[in-house]
């Protein structure tokens, strides 16, 4: 594996590879990789010639400085991970090479209110620094595909809605939410986690998976309140529990009226804030 910490080496690695007419899947991340994270690069090696993943804690996208000031960070660890996975880059750049003094990164976008609710509402400003990083990242790999996880439904859709606005040439791929035993989305938050919160943020999931068993039986609102109040019993300090539009991403009432439909939960364990959801209805068309 090669491992790039400046631009010019990744790019001279890039022409080469363009020349050969090789397909290129990127896979940017914030590293402590897990195994979700491995799955993405197994992804991208489905579906392209050579595999970029990127580690980068894009401090523009913490709202709270000391969620960016806890991030955990293990690089060597995570190299090893990309290297038993046959990941063929891994770019761990320099905040200087993105966002070099004077290049204006900022991107302006009409999301509509798709950036305006659950993580937008809670963490302001978040998605603004995710595009901005996501798409310099874009005009730096310029890659064939671009893999991200499911777990981030919001992100990813928003990253979607920015791929298509501004007609970038590179195609999304949606990958599935890995799970730990109990069914825990897997995130690198989840080892900051105490013993006793660690044991109750399973929750998170047994109420993403009881709402979509009763998605006909109740109204929304009633399955909402219903998983805010199972989270609170657990111990957990739910922010939201929504079920949207996965198109839109406003809330629903009818559930017979849409095609596309996602329930998403974002909850504090402790001091560590998880974010999870299911699709109850449809797939990404
Ligand atoms: P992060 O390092 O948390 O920014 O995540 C990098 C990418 O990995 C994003 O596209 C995430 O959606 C994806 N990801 C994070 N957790 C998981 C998981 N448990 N399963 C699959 N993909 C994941």
């Known amino acids: ?6 631009l010019t080496n990744l790019k001279s690695f890039l022409e080469i590879n ?6 290129i899947a990127f896979i940017p991340t914030m590293g402590a990789l897990h195994q979700g994270h491995v799955s993405l690069i197994e992804i991208g090696k489905k579906y392209a010639d050579v ?4 580690i980068y804690v894009n401090p523009n996208q913490f709202n709270n400085k000391n969620d960016l000031s806890n991030y955990p960070r293990s690089l060597e660890k995570d190299a090893f991970k990309l290297e038993t996975v046959h990941c063929d880059v891994l770019f761990v750049p320099v905040d200087e090479e993105i966002y070099p003094p004077g290049l204006d990164t900022e991107v302006s ?4 209110k798709m950036d305006l609710v659950m993580e937008g509402h809670f963490r302001p400003g978040h998605f603004k620094g995710m595009l901005q990083v996501v798409k310099r990242l874009l005009d730096l790999v310029n890659p064939h595909y671009l893999i991200m996880g499911q777990k981030d439904f919001q992100q990813f859709s928003l990253v979607q809605q920015m791929i298509n606005q501004l007609h970038l040439p590179v195609k999304l791929i949606m990958a599935p939410t890995l799970r730990d035993f109990d069914g825990l989305a897997l995130s690198s938050r989840n080892q900051r986690l105490t013993i006793k919160d660690r044991s109750i943020s399973q929750v998170i999931y047994q109420s993403l998976l009881e709402i979509k068993s009763k998605l006909n039986l109740s109204s929304t609102e009633a399955l909402e309140a219903e998983a805010m109040e199972t989270l ?6 739910p922010e939201y529990v929504e079920i949207v539009d996965g198109y839109t991403l406003q809330k629903i ?3 017979e009226k849409h095609e596309f439909i996602v329930a998403c939960i974002a909850a504090w364990a402790g001091e560590v804030r998880l974010i999870d959801n ?8």
């Open 253 to 255: 009432v009818h559930p």
């Open 51 to 54: 595999t970029v993943c990127s």
């Open 278 to 285: 299911i699709i109850l209805k449809g797939n990404l068309a």
């Open 18 to 23: 363009n020349r050969l007419d090789h397909k």
């Open 232 to 237: 609170k019993l657990a111990g957990l300090k």
């Open 1 to 6: 594996m090669h491992l790039f910490t400046h």
């Open 109 to 112: 976008l009409n999301l509509g």
